[in-house]
């Protein structure tokens, strides 16, 4: 019997719109890892570096590897990083850039709702 897919769960993404229009997203997926494409200014060296940090974390299972591991994370974090920085410099939109400050204060407008503050 093969295995069964990934659970999903149709609720979006913060700022995704409805259900209808994010589609299916995998029921766990961090949320620490921010979109870094096409803002203006466009995504910092450390801000690549701390979304291969959290992926290689989640992918991992272990937010801090044993001594015998370290090597292999740290080889995976820079790893990733590398393939992210290629994906981001590779990418084309016709939309234009959007504002770091406006999203963080839709971000924040978000959270107030949902935790009612």
Avoid: W
């Avoid at 979006?12 to 995998?26: F, K, M, R, V």
């Avoid at 959290?54 to 299972?61: A, D, I, L, P």
């Avoid at 001594?67 to 016709?94: G, H, I, M, S, Y």
């Amino acid at each position: 019997m093969p295995p069964a897919p990934p659970e999903v769960n149709e609720a979006p993404h913060p700022g995704e719109g409805t259900p209808s229009q994010a589609g299916p997203t995998l029921a766990r997926m961090c949320r620490n890892i921010r979109p870094l494409h096409n803002f203006a200014p466009p995504a910092t060296e450390d801000e690549v570096a701390a979304a291969a940090l959290q992926y290689v974390r989640k992918v991992s299972g272990s937010a801090r590897p044993s001594q015998r591991n370290a090597a292999a994370f740290d080889r995976a974090v820079e790893e990733v990083a590398a393939a992210t920085r290629r994906l981001l410099a590779e990418l084309v939109t016709t939309q234009p850039p959007r504002d770091r400050e406006v999203e963080a204060a839709k971000a924040r407008a978000r959270a107030a709702v949902r935790y009612g503050t």
